[in-house]
């Protein structure tokens, strides 16, 4: 174990990672692989970003995302369709994208409209250029260890979690979610690193004693302030995935996490919301997008 959870640090402070400094310093590596990769191929690295409809949120999103790429040097291409867009035209945007030997990574902000299927959409993307791991040939390099492009947001979990945690072997963590974006492959990397994960969600029974006996709780339920103090056992490890606006009494709103922060004094390391997972979500995007830039040229 590093430090987070050895018996030398004292018990009532509880250490924040912080998601923003990591994110910034992957990205200053990402922009550094960009620059290598354009000065030795010729090819700088291109992001397609697909937004279909006004959802505020993905808007917010999408935007992030375009002006990070730019600041490490990677081009993004925005695709922005009206929310009635139909599933044919966008397979057919799909189809163009991955013929386009100058794109890298094809992005398909979620959620898509009602009409859009959207299982069908990703599955039509390119795997190699599939930077969000979400095509089922990449779920199932996940799940059998063998390559493939990982989620985003999981890999920004285990890039959190490396800075405190050295070695997982034998530690007990408890997954709380069990989407296809989160739960499950985080569930799977922390399996290859050869952890014990029980993978935990709303309706399991007796979720806050499986909690309490876990090194390691990776929150990500989108229920706010789930993770209570007393689920939390001292010096355990907690990244907080859950990301909500929820409304204040004077109408303003905040962005709050799964876990309740203010009962975790007694942890190990946990991680802020915000400035926690969600910035590394981004920088990994990126970093996705040089891995699948780099291979198309078998680097
Ligand atoms: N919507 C919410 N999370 C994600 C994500 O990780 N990727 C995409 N494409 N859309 C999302």
Redesign the pocket.
């Known amino acids: 174990m590093a430090h987070a959870l050895s018996s030398s640090r004292p018990e009532a402070v509880v250490e924040r990672i912080d998601g923003r400094a990591m994110a910034r310093a992957l990205s200053t590596e990402t922009a550094a692989r960009v620059e290598a990769l354009c000065a030795r191929t010729g090819h700088c690295p291109a992001l397609a970003v697909i937004l279909v409809g006004d959802d505020p949120a993905?808007q917010v999103?999408v935007g992030r995302k375009v002006a990070e790429c730019r600041k490490a040097g990677i081009r993004s291409v925005e695709h922005r369709l009206p929310a009635d867009t139909g599933q044919d035209v966008l397979l057919d945007l799909i189809d163009r994208l991955n013929l386009d030997g100058a794109v890298d990574g094809i992005?398909?902000?979620?959620?898509l409209p009602p009409q859009i299927d959207a299982g069908l959409v990703l599955d039509r993307i390119d795997p190699t250029k599939d930077v969000?791991g979400?095509h089922p040939v990449n779920v199932g390099r996940l799940s059998t260890g063998t390559g493939g492009l990982v989620?985003?947001?999981p890999l920004g979990v285990m890039k959190l979690l490396d800075s405190v945690v050295a070695d997982y072997r034998g530690l007990d963590v408890v997954v709380i979610g069990k989407s296809n974006?989160v739960g499950k492959p985080v569930a799977m990397l922390l399996l290859e690193r050869e952890a014990t994960v029980t993978v935990t969600h709303i309706e399991t029974r007796g979720l806050s004693d499986i909690a309490r006996k876990a090194d390691i709780i990776v929150a990500a339920a989108g229920v706010p302030h789930l993770v209570r103090g007393y689920w939390v056992k001292p010096g355990a490890i907690v990244v907080d995935v859950g990301i909500t606006r929820v409304a204040e009494p004077d109408g303003s709103t905040r962005l709050v996490g799964d876990c309740a922060t203010e009962e975790l004094g007694h942890a190990g390391a946990v991680t802020p919301v915000p400035g926690g997972v969600g910035p590394m979500?981004i920088a990994c995007l990126l970093s996705n997008t040089v891995t699948a830039a780099e291979r198309a040229r078998h680097e």
């Open positions: 993905s999103y992005l398909i902000q979620l959620p969000d979400f989620p985003c947001t974006i979500t």
